[in-house]
């Protein structure tokens, strides 16, 4: 039995996670989800109680349907990612092996619900497994493809470009009111063709075609695609200035 008292999270002793786990349903909206984040995931922080919280999670993820287990996944998941330990560098997956095995085998199903399709969790999803099979970066920043944008430095000269995919255009620029029409300089990114993708690339890219998500699938021929710096012009892999990044 986990003696909750002992551990912490981020506002404390831990002994309120299992009445947080026992009351959680399956909706992304009851109230226990954001308490249960707020607590074991702060802004992307983990603790002590928030890997002791993975068997629970885990558990509550089989007992519920492909389309219903949605949010203990990727609770679960963004702990698994997270660097970000000040409490002990433990690596989860070691510790919790039996669990990552099962969690991947519940990912895995879920992507493949077709009631997922359409839903941005199906990015979350898709970083979760990433996470729970120890793909470095992309299971904490894989959401960019929601939000169409990510925000790296330029690996020559360093300026902070924002990379650009979605309703605002394909483009990248370093003025972080792009969203104006107004707004300076603009250069149109290097899509990577889906027949040429190699590696992690190819593998989403496939995956989210089988998945029935060929938006996700466009988005990716970006993410892996190139961008030219907008302060340099120098030419840079938009994927390998992400890893640098974060990784």
């Known amino acids: 039995m986990t003696d909750w008292t002992n551990l912490h999270h981020a506002y404390g002793t831990a002994e309120d996670i299992p009445?947080?786990?026992?009351?959680?349903?399956?909706?992304?909206?009851?109230?226990?989800?954001?308490?249960?984040?707020?607590?074991?995931?702060?802004?992307?922080?983990?603790?002590?109680a928030s890997y002791a919280?993975?068997?629970?999670?885990?558990?509550?993820?089989?007992?519920?349907?492909?389309?219903?287990?949605q949010m203990p996944l990727c609770l679960a998941g963004a702990i698994v990612a997270s660097t970000d330990q000040p409490y002990g560098d433990a690596d989860p997956r070691a510790t919790y092996a039996r669990e990552m095995s099962d969690l991947m085998k519940l990912t895995e199903e879920s992507l493949r619900d077709p009631e997922l399709a359409g839903d941005p969790m199906y990015v979350d999803l898709l970083a979760a497994l990433l996470s729970f099979e120890g793909v470095e970066v992309w299971g904490e920043w894989l959401d960019g493809l929601n939000d169409g944008e990510y925000e790296v430095p330029c690996p020559a000269c360093g300026s902070e470009n924002f990379i650009v995919f979605g309703e605002y255009g394909y483009f990248s620029t370093t003025d972080s009111m792009y969203m104006d029409q107004t707004a300076a300089r603009r250069l149109p990114l290097q899509p990577q063709a889906p027949s040429a993708m190699e590696g992690l690339g190819q593998r989403l890219h496939a995956r989210a075609i089988a998945d029935g998500r060929p938006d996700i699938a466009h988005k990716l021929t970006y993410v892996f695609g190139a961008a030219r710096c907008a302060d340099c012009d120098a030419v840079f892999g938009v994927d390998e200035a992400i890893v640098a990044h974060w990784g």
């Open 53 to 69: 919280a993975l068997p629970a999670l885990t558990r509550m993820a089989r007992q519920w349907s492909p389309s219903d287990r």
């Open 19 to 48: 009445g947080l786990l026992a009351g959680a349903s399956p909706s992304p909206d009851a109230p226990q989800w954001n308490d249960l984040w707020s607590r074991l995931c702060h802004q992307g922080t983990v603790y002590s």
